[in-house]
């Protein structure tokens, strides 16, 4: 069980207060954090509610931090099993519950010195944890308290979104949470939904042990991806040995004993032991009372919010998963950021999203900046793209991991970087050149003469760039 218990003493709950702050903070995790400590930097008078969650939110508790150091000790594992010649030949054994072990224990370290321990350094921001509802726009009440401030930011994050298919639920299937808590892995399992989530968890059961089926409802798995990159991590991962079901309407989920059946429209498409569900997100909001503050929901849950982060509710501004836009960690903190700061200033930061990257951390993983081909074609009606088998880079063969590609998108007038996007070892570490690149404003011919340290992966990009100009035949390593 993870404590939500910082090391700072808490604030009495004795009493009613209308205590005033300048900023009021719903969350504990990245948005609130940086909506707190830039509020902080800018000398107001904070106050920080944590509702209930582990303190730090999703990404260092079950979310980046832990699944992705698993990733990384699978891959170690697995790359030792794999015979690399007559120089090199080592056995390995796999003691998953001693790798639970170790990640809870990195989970725990984490949380205490980037979360913990940073707020003690926030000398005028209060920290309270219970559970915060709004009794109307400006006042919200914890326990027996009120607290009132002309400015709050609601960052309560989200949740998985259990689907509604029938069965599913009765069987107690796991999440990013649940499954980050098992001892021992599953001899077979299910993995409703084909995204960054799941194919994430896929690996990792599957690496560990299990007989894992990946079923997903759109015709392929990461469909908002480029279509290139899905298919080849698609490729990839079925080569390993992960089934993966695409274009796949469940119907029905059944339980009998120990074994879990799967059904769409033409029969069991699956039988496991257990299911992991990762088919999105719903927003932490309900019980918030965002009914008396006149804060507006979309259709699924999510706060509406503006540009600047602000609610249909002014004054009242919004952060993080729970708005729902591009549910990543990277975004939430600067959505925190820019929600202190416009509620603070009056000042409209906004953020990009075609300059955000993303990434799947599999092995190898996928990673993307900007537009896909798709997305090209409808905004210009054209799209001058090429695409890079990562066989053509040098250093994929001195790492002797030849899997993937890279692929650049760029405006067919301008020559302007749109869009990059690659499946490869340390994909999201590489991703970084084109996002410079395209944030620079750089053309393509910019980008192939910009000078790259060979051999590398990254160089990648710029290979990848001169096939625009010339034949990848034509080519030698040395080519300017």
């Known amino acids: 069980m ?21 900023l009021i903070v719903v969350g504990g995790g990245a948005a609130a954090f940086s909506a707190a400590i830039h509020a902080r930097d800018l000398g107001v008078k904070v106050l920080m509610v944590n509702n209930g969650l582990p303190l730090g939110g999703t990404c260092v508790n079950v979310g980046c931090v832990p699944s992705k150091f698993l990733t990384e000790a699978l891959r170690e594992y697995t790359q ?6 007559r120089w090199c030949s080592s056995a390995s054994t796999l003691h998953y519950a001693r790798l639970i072990e170790a990640k809870d224990a990195l989970v725990s370290a984490l949380r205490q010195r980037n979360y913990a321990e940073v707020l003690e350094t926030l000398g005028n921001v209060t920290y309270i944890e219970g559970y915060a509802r709004f009794v109307d726009a400006r006042t919200i009440q914890v326990s027996n308290r009120r607290f009132r401030a002309e400015r709050l930011i609601i960052a309560t994050g989200a949740r998985v979104r259990i689907p509604p298919i029938p069965g ?6 796991l999440t990013n949470v649940t499954a980050l808590q098992i001892k021992e892995p599953p001899r077979a399992m299910a993995v409703i939904g084909g995204g960054p989530l799941g194919l994430e968890f896929a690996q990792i059961f599957h690496r560990a042990g299990s007989r894992v089926t990946v079923v997903e409802v759109a015709e392929r798995i990461l469909p908002q991806h480029d279509p290139e990159v899905s298919e080849a991590l698609k490729q990839i991962l079925e080569e390993e040995g992960i089934i993966i079901k695409a274009g796949c309407q469940l119907v029905q989920v059944e339980q009998e004993g120990n074994a879990v059946r799967l059904y769409d429209a033409g029969g069991c498409v699956a039988e ?24 507006q929901l979309d259709s699924k849950g999510f706060v509406v919010t503006d540009e600047r982060q602000e609610t249909t509710v002014a004054g009242i501004y919004a952060a993080g998963d729970v708005t729902g836009k591009m549910p990543l960690e990277t975004v939430a903190a600067k959505q925190g950021y820019h929600a202190a700061h416009n509620a603070l200033t009056g000042e409209s930061l906004t953020i990009d999203y075609d300059l955000v990257p993303h ?34 880079v040098p250093k994929a063969h001195v790492i002797r991991d030849l899997r993937g590609l890279v692929k650049l998108v760029v405006h067919p007038g301008t020559h302007r970087i749109l869009g990059a996007h690659a499946v490869a070892p340390n994909a999201a570490e590489i991703i970084h050149v084109p996002l410079f690149a395209m944030r620079a404003g750089f053309t393509i011919e910019e980008l192939i003469d910009t ?16 096939t625009f100009e010339r034949h990848m035949k034509t080519m030698s390593c040395c080519v300017v």
Do not use: Y
């Open 272 to 295: 496991v032991e257990k299911v992991l569900v990762a088919t999105g997100i719903q927003a932490n909001t309900e019980e918030l009372g965002l009914e008396a503050a006149g804060v």
């Open 80 to 85: 030792s099993l794999k015979p690399h010649g």
């Open 359 to 392: 990434a799947v951390f599999t092995d190898p993983q996928a990673a993307s900046v900007g537009w896909t081909e798709e997305h090209a074609m409808r905004k210009l009606g054209s799209c001058w793209c090429r695409t890079l088998p990562l066989e053509a």
């Open 168 to 173: 599913l639920r009765e069987t107690k299937p």
């Open 2 to 22: 993870i404590s939500n218990t910082p090391s700072l003493e808490a604030v009495p709950f004795s009493g009613v207060s209308d205590s005033a702050f300048d």
């Open 451 to 466: 000078v790259h340290v060979f051999p590398t992966l990254a160089e990648a990009w710029k290979i990848c760039a001169q």
